[in-house]
């Protein structure tokens, strides 16, 4: 029995986003009588944290404090439309809306308080802890919450705000065969190190290491979140998961855990990540879609590793240790 | 279907409750005494999303019968955080951004009390087998062992200034 060791190396260009018949997300902003932000979505969060993003986003634009903006996905036949969460869009396209529509109602929310100090609205600021001040003399201010207040029972005034991101569809060009499907593209490379038995074919990936271009992290701890998580998955795809191993009929497939596998806590590699950020011109504070691709360039990068370490290449997912014994057969036939 | 009465104790308090023969201690908790922190995922305890403390050591409460627990002391995930302060365990979770969808996460951290109330200074490899039997899809587990490790040095520190 040996175990050979093996480095391989994948890059992926990861584009935001997708081009069916266009694709749009909406957002709308009101103020509450307290001076608390409601933004209005039918995006889901399904765990990747895009309730914590948006919030981070809107209360960035309307220079209020994060904890003064409740995100409101609930209903999404009665929301304002969201293609979905999906094709690593969230961040961008619903960040994109949220900033429009929070622009709008920042400007509402400064005329108001310019109305209650009695100066104009242009020599206002916000200091992001809750109040407006005029530039210059921090005194000759008013919190978000009076201004909310005065808004609604003084005023009449609606604070509030519409966003919609849409990019529009693309056709080809007839010539070229050219189009624009996607926004900006995100950028990875993985370095997998891999060890082979060739006696019993299994793989151990004994480290991950990547380099993420993500535009700008707004979050920086819930990406690097996103890509270990997606490091876990690039090698549960490369190497355990498939709804079929069983030959010959597909209705002895996996039904359970125990036959549907997955690395657990004891299979993992080390990590270690680079994040770099060059701010994308078309997104939310630069930021380009993280998501998916977390789970791309790993698994080429363990395949190279296999082919690297015993001359075997894989061209099927997941590399079983049928297929590499099957490969090392080949190789010595 | 026959009922039968069971007592136990559940979260510190005394319980109760007449249970169908044969249904289990995760239907028990969801469908009549509306815990919901224990979540149902397979069924047929391959996922540990159900696991609950019985007398001390993690069980699976999809597979544990609600007749059997006559007597015993059973913790969920409500019992850890009964007054609204988090446990130690709970606000590393969060700390370290251990959850995404959080469906794994009320066993995680049942396994992980288990694991820290026996051996209060555990090694990663401790931590990884306590664990080793609760499913997660999101987090790539890294955080959740990072936040296990984190939980349990925190935990030391009172018990070090008392001595």
Redesign the interface.
Known sequence: MTRKRGRGMAAVNYPTGMNLGGDPSQALIHATTTGSFVVTLSSVD????LKTVMAQICAETLGVPTDNVIIDTADTDTGPHCMGTFASRGTHRIGNAIIMAAKEARAVMLEVAAEELEVDAGDLVTDGAGAIHVKGSPQKSISIFNVALAAHFKHGKSISGRGIFLQPRSYPEPETGKMTPATCYAHACTVAEVEVDTETGEVAVLSLKSAYEVGRALNP??V??QI??????GISHALYETTEPYYPDRAHGPV???QYL?P???D?PE?ANVVIERPAADGPFGAKGVGEMTANSPIPAIANAIFDAVGVRVDSLPITPEKVLRGIRALNA | MTKVPVEFTLNTREQNEFVETGSTLLSALRDRLGLYGTKAG?H?G??GACTVIIDGEPHLSCLTLAERCQGKDVTTLEGLAPAGALHPLQQAFMDG?A????FCTPGMILAAKCLLDRNPDPTRDE???A??GN???????????AAILTAAQGMRKPARKRA
Request: charged letters at 10%; one cysteine or more; aromatic letters at 10%.
């Open positions: 399904l765990g990747q944290g701890r819930m690097e979140q270990i998580g997606g490091a876990w998955m359970d855990f125990n997955m657990g806590p004891g993992l990590f | 397979c047929q391959t996922c951004f959850a995404q969808c959080g931590v990884v087998d664990i080793s499913i997660c899809r999101c987090t790539g587990y890294e955080p959740i062992i």
